[in-house]
């Protein structure tokens, strides 16, 4: 008997790391009962590296299937990507595709959306900045003259002095956050799903930010006194050229107001099942649940994400969980990139895949000539498109463009400024705390020669223009910027 195609839903958790998981060993992780339940039904790749440390690039990445070197996407630039994106290609194939995305950078104009054809996002997002923007539009301006070197001189003696800004900042963030991270797009999926025609299958891509900064505090929040609660809101930008700032931030206590925001992630994932049993869809959907990012709380100098190749920053979530009666493996244990995304995608939809099997190589792609087994993450500080981090601190790592790779029990960061190669042994995770033993000489070369001459040979894809050279909506640059994007 033939029946439909199956439906396929990538979900990605934005911001959500491996590392604050159960599921990936986490201690006092968050609490995900929805991915737990996930996990029993489907496949937890253990060993799963984001392609970039920020939404763009990733993003390409897991819509293409190429790394950023080859898509050439890493800043918010608008363009096409060489490679044709899964959605564009299931849509040829006879599906309905669909996009609903808390984070505007999947709606702003960029082409990531192109290939879907209908795009749903929060209906007090993009298009609709109103009056009340306003004040946060000239705090903005304010922003950029905290910048300058005189201001970062007094800021970084008097820390206390960032308070009055953070405070402002703050509050127009979660103001922000909150609006757009309810459960709108969760309610819209599901009234779609019920009332679509069904007997067409459908691919929809869904992103959901409630685990982006800022956090939010809540009654039960570790009380905390009056400046580390200020300096845990910092912007990220200042926590970044701000050492002072950072070494009196309460990390810990940050970390547990980012894992009560993936609880309301996990919550969405709950949302989406239900409106899947209630439309009857469940049986017959291959869903991919992940992450663009992980999300890093001061690991070796790096804040949040778009800085550094920690495994905070590097290692995300993966669940596949595929449609009734597939079989399927429970763990896997291999380095896994998400550029196989595309390629699951396809699997499910005709009908010859093997979930967790490592990827096939035809030798006619530019990345079949990556060595096997070896999965990168660029930790670039890409998302820095306002150059305002650029010559600042230039002796910490989290501004220098890394490439991290792994493979085997290994992980190598190639810092592509210095050419120094560091090392970690990988148990379980590497070390964030450590910056990885420095190799030289031939250790140095070897690895380079073997593990990163390959990937940087890769650079064919175009140069996407920077942000202030865009054509987007005034009104949604601002407010990427205002996410710490400048
Ligand atoms: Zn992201």
Same mark, same amino acid.
């Given at each position: 008997?033939?029946?439909?195609?199956?439906?396929?839903?990538?979900?990605?958790?934005?911001?959500?790391?491996?590392?604050?998981?159960?599921?990936?060993?986490?201690?006092?992780?968050?609490?995900?009962?929805?991915?737990?339940?996930?996990?029993?039904?489907?496949?937890?790749?253990?060993?799963?590296?984001?392609?970039?440390?920020?939404?763009?690039?990733?993003?390409? #990445?897991?819509?293409?299937?190429?790394?950023?070197?080859?898509?050439?996407?890493?800043?918010?630039?608008?363009?096409? #990507?060489?490679?044709?994106?899964?959605?564009?290609?299931?849509?040829?194939?006879?599906?309905?595709?669909?996009?609903?995305?808390?984070?505007?950078?999947?709606?702003?104009?960029?082409?990531?959306?192109?290939?879907?054809?209908?795009?749903?996002?929060?209906?007090?997002?993009?298009?609709? $900045?109103?009056?009340?923007?306003?004040?946060?539009?000239?705090?903005?301006?304010?922003?950029?003259?905290?910048?300058?070197?005189?201001?970062?001189? $007094?800021?970084?003696?008097?820390?206390?002095?960032?308070?009055?800004?953070?405070?402002?900042?703050?509050?127009?963030?979660?103001?922000?956050?909150?609006?757009?991270?309810?459960?709108?797009?969760?309610?819209?999926?599901?009234?779609?799903?019920?009332?679509?025609?069904?007997?067409?299958?459908?691919?929809?891509?869904?992103?959901?930010?409630?685990?982006?900064?800022?956090?939010?505090?809540?009654?039960?929040?570790?009380?905390?006194?009056?400046?580390?609660?200020?300096?845990?809101?910092?912007?990220?930008?200042?926590?970044?050229?701000?050492?002072?700032?950072?070494?009196?931030?309460?990390?810990?206590?940050?970390?547990?107001?980012?894992?009560?925001?993936?609880?309301?992630?996990?919550?969405?994932?709950?949302?989406?099942?239900?409106?899947?049993?209630?439309?009857?869809?469940?049986?017959?959907?291959?869903?991919?649940?992940?992450?663009?990012?992980?999300?890093?709380?001061?690991?070796?100098?790096?804040?949040?994400?778009?800085?550094?190749?920690?495994?905070?920053?590097?290692?995300?979530?993966?669940?596949?969980?595929?449609?009734?009666?597939?079989?399927?493996?429970?763990?896997?244990?291999?380095?896994?990139?998400?550029?196989?995304?595309?390629?699951?995608?396809?699997?499910?939809?005709?009908?010859?895949?093997?979930?967790?099997?490592?990827?096939?190589?035809?030798?006619?792609?530019?990345?079949?000539?990556?060595? +096997?087994?070896?999965?990168?993450?660029?930790?670039?500080p890409?998302?820095d498109f306002g150059k305002l981090l650029r010559g600042r601190?230039?002796?910490?790592?989290?501004?220098?463009?890394?490439?991290?790779?792994?493979?085997?029990?290994?992980?190598?960061?190639?810092?592509?400024?210095?050419?120094?190669?560091?090392?970690?042994?990988?148990?379980?995770?590497?070390?964030? #705390?450590?910056?990885?033993?420095?190799?030289?000489?031939?250790?140095?070369?070897?690895?380079?020669?073997? $593990?990163?001459?390959?990937?940087?040979?890769? +650079?064919?894809?175009?140069?996407?223009?920077t942000?202030d050279?865009?054509?987007?909506?005034?009104?949604?640059?601002?407010?990427?910027?205002?996410?710490?994007?400048d």
């Amino acid at each position: 008997m033939s029946r439909k195609p199956p439906n396929i839903i990538v979900v990605v958790l934005d911001c959500v790391r491996a590392k604050s998981l159960r599921l990936w060993g986490g201690d006092s992780p968050a609490q995900t009962p929805q991915l737990d339940a996930l996990a029993r039904r489907g496949t937890t790749f253990r060993r799963a590296v984001a392609p970039a440390n920020w939404t763009v690039p990733s993003h390409w #990445s897991m819509m293409t299937g190429a790394y950023p070197a080859v898509h050439g996407m890493r800043l918010a630039g608008q363009g096409s #990507s060489p490679r044709e994106s899964i959605a564009a290609e299931l849509g040829r194939a006879g599906y309905e595709t669909a996009l609903f995305s808390e984070q505007e950078f999947l709606l702003a104009g960029l082409g990531l959306e192109s290939g879907y054809s209908l795009k749903v996002g929060p209906a007090t997002g993009a298009g609709a $900045i109103t009056e009340d923007h306003a004040p946060h539009r000239s705090s903005l301006r304010g922003t950029d003259r905290l910048y300058s070197d005189w201001a970062l001189r $007094i800021l970084g003696s008097v820390p206390p002095l960032m308070v009055p800004f953070t405070a402002f900042d703050y509050r127009v963030q979660t103001a922000y956050k909150r609006r757009i991270c309810g459960d709108e797009i969760p309610q819209r999926l599901g009234a779609w799903l019920r009332t679509r025609d069904s007997s067409r299958p459908f691919h929809a891509f869904l992103n959901f930010v409630d685990a982006h900064e800022p956090y939010l505090s809540s009654s039960d929040s570790e009380p905390l006194r009056f400046l580390p609660r200020w300096y845990a809101r910092t912007p990220r930008n200042f926590l970044l050229l701000l050492p002072g700032l950072r070494a009196r931030t309460p990390w810990t206590a940050l970390v547990k107001e980012y894992h009560r925001a993936i609880s309301s992630a996990d919550r969405k994932v709950g949302l989406l099942m239900e409106a899947l049993t209630e439309s009857h869809e469940i049986e017959n959907t291959a869903l991919i649940i992940t992450s663009d990012h992980g999300q890093a709380f001061g690991e070796d100098g790096t804040v949040f994400h778009g800085n550094g190749a920690t495994d905070a920053v590097t290692r995300v979530p993966l669940l596949v969980v595929p449609p009734e009666g597939h079989s399927h493996p429970e763990t896997i244990d291999r380095w896994t990139s998400l550029c196989e995304v595309p390629a699951w995608v396809r699997g499910f939809v005709y009908g010859n895949f093997e979930v967790g099997a490592p990827p096939q190589r035809a030798g006619s792609d530019a990345q079949d000539h990556l060595p +096997q087994g070896t999965v990168y993450c660029e930790g670039s500080p890409a998302s820095d498109f306002g150059k305002l981090l650029r010559g600042r601190r230039p002796g910490e790592r989290w501004n220098h463009r890394l490439l991290a790779a792994y493979h085997g029990n290994e992980k190598w960061t190639l810092d592509q400024d210095t050419g120094e190669v560091a090392h970690w042994e990988v148990n379980g995770w590497a070390d964030d #705390s450590v910056p990885g033993t420095p190799l030289e000489g031939a250790a140095a070369r070897s690895v380079r020669g073997a $593990i990163f001459a390959p990937y940087e040979k890769l +650079q064919v894809g175009p140069k996407a223009s920077t942000l202030d050279a865009l054509a987007m909506e005034a009104a949604v640059a601002e407010r990427l910027r205002s996410w710490g994007y400048d």
